[in-house]
């Protein structure tokens, strides 16, 4: 870091830093605004940062490790589930009593739902440039992750080359196999999961064939689940044989651990979430904040969630999995969902019991 | 006893207290089903449109359906099995009893999701047990996740609450009824049938009736196994509507929480004329009567051994028996070599990750603690209704009730707002307290409970003469009362702790950073699929039950009064 800084700027910084017995500049990270040095000087004051986040600690620990070893600021890591985050900074907010600084959450929907509804805070990320342009929403709210769509299976019952390449042959697919598949087929419950209704009605906008698939599914007897546990656990034991719109960047972790279970993804749509980063507004400890998110969003930060299991937007990051290498392992067909306006299309009332009733319909129930 | 005197300004103060602690998040509970969106929204306002949406919605009356043939099927399987088993251990000279009154109330003591976790692994549709079953008669002839299936579960881990109402009932009955049935020559099941089960008639209503609120309000058996086939009961169906449409709908979670709470009063009302009844029965027993027991013979005795011992492998063995397999291996089911599959990484994460650590630390802290201070609440509480059967006692009885009525999740919802909301509570919030507080009203119905039960065994007689000698009712509560039950207290300190250590629901909405706890991280966990884990905590908190239990005995707890 240091080479970045002349000799000169150097010695200045080494004589301020003796002189305040702090070394402030030296952290400023390449790159970032001179000024940024007195934001890491306010964070620090700060001394803590509040995170609301649907995300296990076991999945970000190393990022709070390294954030903390670097400024020496803690942080409160709050894993409240994406309903929890929402409803808990709603709530703080309605009591004028904000405890949260950063909100992390998968739900997308929810998240964008914040930041229309004036509960977090534009904030300009020295960081925001190395992102793709999906990724960013008027610099309110981040994209930190990318995260694959996929299915599980149970290796005892099936091979990835009898698995489909294409999401349409995977109609065919289920359709074919109905007797072996029957009652074995799990996916999200969209009425019991706000992730699985993400990513089902993040299908039915973009694939015409979706109903098609959900009536495949139904006429298989599908089972609905309202988490990723109850599905990876039925797929481990083989009770379920395969289990459809699953998260698969968690899968991609669990097959390490699991021996007998695969992950697989179609070829020609892969749809990905993302874990979205948002500064509250009147955050308790801003400074703080803005540090943390741009630490998430950082090279550094980004390597160590990938390296974690949460694919890295960028593409200049080694650990893990990163835009571009995700890509080519899901197959080429990789369709980040976009950070905009488009996830909110279900909130409206009318057209979410419309898509739930079309799914029940659907699935036959 | 005097019915008046110095202890009512007492007696008033602790209602008062408790009533406000109740009240408060009950009548939040209550105020927010009349409104249009969450309370504290600008955009709230009064009205009936969430009845009006719960009570046209034809998936509210389906779970409503589904939640009683639920609770009433559980209660078939409970009563009937309980008071079998309470009539065995406290009426007949069955071997081992003290070793199989400890045992009978062990499911009592683990939530029941682990509960649910622990059948899925063993006799799940790929369980081990299942799988062996279906090598040997070709098919596996059982379903956990039907309704029948969940009944069964649920019906099995309720009958130590059962027993526990029943056996005590019939610890007080006096023997001479029975032995004169038996010098007639009358067998041991004529005897029980004619002579014992009237007696203990209203004992047995009364736990029938207390099951069938615990049938009303239970979510983890639900959740783990009605879910996957779409079976939902009230709870399940409350947990829905967080997600149903996208943002929480707090008012019309509320509108199913009032459901439930009216559902719940008129079997509190029954419940106190039964009580009233039973008194009745108790008074023809008298006092001192010499209890003996009923002459089993060796056939006898291995019939009732074989009925408690598969019942025990059933509703003990098998879901322990699952959690811990689960927790030493990576993958279990179909075409799986558990040996092959054996593995200690699953425990790593405790020490990897300081939520999980924290976790453990803050359940035993409240537990034991936190337990402890719970007991001292209820001794307070059970002292202001301790010989007082005016109108605050009928008040008493209904506030103690209600929380009982609400699932966990709701009441940890409605406390995380008081907290929030209430100026002076605000700073509690982010603490261990805010847990404790909805802790001891959830605990209140079994806490007090256990309290009454040792405070009634203080002979009258006692207190009297402490009175008489001029002792004012606190000075002969200090001196009398307190003294002769704390042998009782001790107990009652390692049975809340026990229910502390297992309650999961509570804490969903109120932990945060630092204040994690074993159950409310399990629950956060199963979204992320992290199922290892869940499986290497679940075994943890049943170790650390066990401790907990072993301390029980060790302080020479009462169990069964």
Known sequence: MNSFISPKGFATAAVLSLMTSAAFAQEVPAGYPADYAAVIEAAKAEGTVSVYTSTDAAQSQKLQDAFTAKYGIKIAYNDLGTNGAYNQVISEAAAGQVTADVVWSSAMDLQMTLVQDGYAEEYKSPEASKLPIWANYKDTLFATTVEPIGVIYNTKALTEDKLPKTYADMITFLKDNKTTLQGKVATFDPEKSGSGFLHHSNDARNRKDFWDLAKAMGDDGAKIYSSSGGMKETVVSGENVIAINIIGSYALDWVKESPNLGVHFATDYTPAFSRLALKTKDAPHPNAAKLLIDFMLSSEGQALLAGSGLPSVREDVTAGLNIKTLNERVGGGLKPIAVDEGVLEYMDQMKRVQFLNDWKAALGR | ?561
Not at chain 2, 385 to 390: D, P
């Open chain 2, 1 to 561: 006893m005097p019915r008046h005197g110095n202890a009512n300004l007492y007696r008033n103060i602790v209602i008062g207290l408790l009533a406000i602690a109740v009240l408060a998040p009950v009548g939040l509970i209550i105020y927010q089903s009349f409104l249009s969106a969450p309370f504290f929204s600008k955009r709230a306002q009064f009205g009936f449109d969430a009845y009006r949406y719960v009570f046209t919605d034809k998936a509210f009356y389906k779970a409503l359906g589904t939640t009683a043939i639920f609770s009433f099927g559980m209660v078939a399987i409970a009563v009937p099995l309980g008071g079998l088993l309470a009539f065995l251990i406290t009426r007949t000279d069955i071997k081992g009893k003290r070793l199989l009154e400890i045992l009978v109330l062990v499911p009592m003591f683990i939530s029941s999701i682990v509960l649910a976790f622990g059948y899925t692994v063993s006799v799940g549709p790929t369980g081990f047990v299942s799988l062996f079953i279906r090598d040997i008669v070709g098919i596996v002839p059982w379903n956990i996740y039907s309704l029948p299936g969940m009944i069964l579960i649920a019906g099995l881990s309720h009958v130590p609450h059962v027993y526990l109402y029943v056996s005590s009932a019939m610890r007080n009955l006096p023997s001479d009824l029975e032995e004169a049935a038996r010098t007639t020559g009358a067998s041991i099941w004529q005897v029980s049938r004619d002579v014992t089960l009237p007696m203990v008639l209203p004992a047995l209503i009364f736990a029938a009736s207390l099951n069938i609120l615990l049938g009303f309000e239970t979510f983890g058996i639900p959740l783990v196994l009605g879910d996957p086939n779409g079976i939902m009961v009230l709870t399940t169906y409350i947990y829905k509507l967080t997600t149903l449409f996208g943002t929480p709908t707090y008012q019309l979670m509320a509108v199913v929480a009032v459901v439930l709470i009216l559902i719940t009063l008129p079997l509190v009302a029954a419940q106190r004329r039964l009580l009233r009844n039973a008194k009745k029965y108790a008074a023809m027993g008298g006092k001192g009567a010499r209890v003996s027991t009923l002459k089993l013979g060796t056939s006898g005795q291995v019939i009732a051994l074989s009925i408690i011992g598969f019942w025990l492998f059933v509703s003990v063995v098998l879901p322990i028996g699952g959690i811990t397999v689960r927790a030493f291996v990576d993958a279990w089911g179909e075409g799986v070599n558990l040996w092959d599959q054996l593995t200690f990484a699953n425990f790593d994460r405790m020490l990897d990750v300081p939520s999980l650590s924290r976790g453990i630390v803050n359940t035993v802290i409240l537990s034991v603690f936190g337990g402890a201070a719970a007991v001292a609440i209820y001794l307070a509480v059970g002292l202001a209704g301790h010989r007082n059967w005016g109108l605050s006692n009928t008040v008493l009885d209904y506030i103690v009730l209600l929380p009982r009525a609400l699932p966990g999740l709701v009441i940890g919802l409605a406390f995380f707002w008081v907290f929030l909301f209430v100026p002076l509570l605000t700073p509690l919030r982010p603490t261990l307290v805010s847990l404790f507080v909805a802790y001891v009203v959830v605990g209140l119905s079994y806490g007090l409970r256990l309290l009454q039960g040792t405070l009634i065994q203080v002979a009258p007689e006692l207190e009297e003469s402490a009175r008489t000698t001029g002792a004012t009712i606190g000075r002969t509560w200090k001196d009398v009362v307190i003294p002769i039950v704390r042998p009782g207290l001790a107990g009652a300190w390692a049975l809340i702790m026990i229910i502390f250590l297992r309650e999961y629901a509570t804490g969903v909405y109120l932990m945060g950073a630092g204040t994690e706890v074993i159950g409310s991280l399990m629950v956060s966990l199963l979204q992320t699929g992290a199922m290892n884990t869940i499986a290497a905590l679940s075994l943890i908190s049943i170790v650390l039950t066990g401790a907990g239990l072993a301390l029980a005995l060790r302080l020479g707890a009462k169990i069964h009064d």
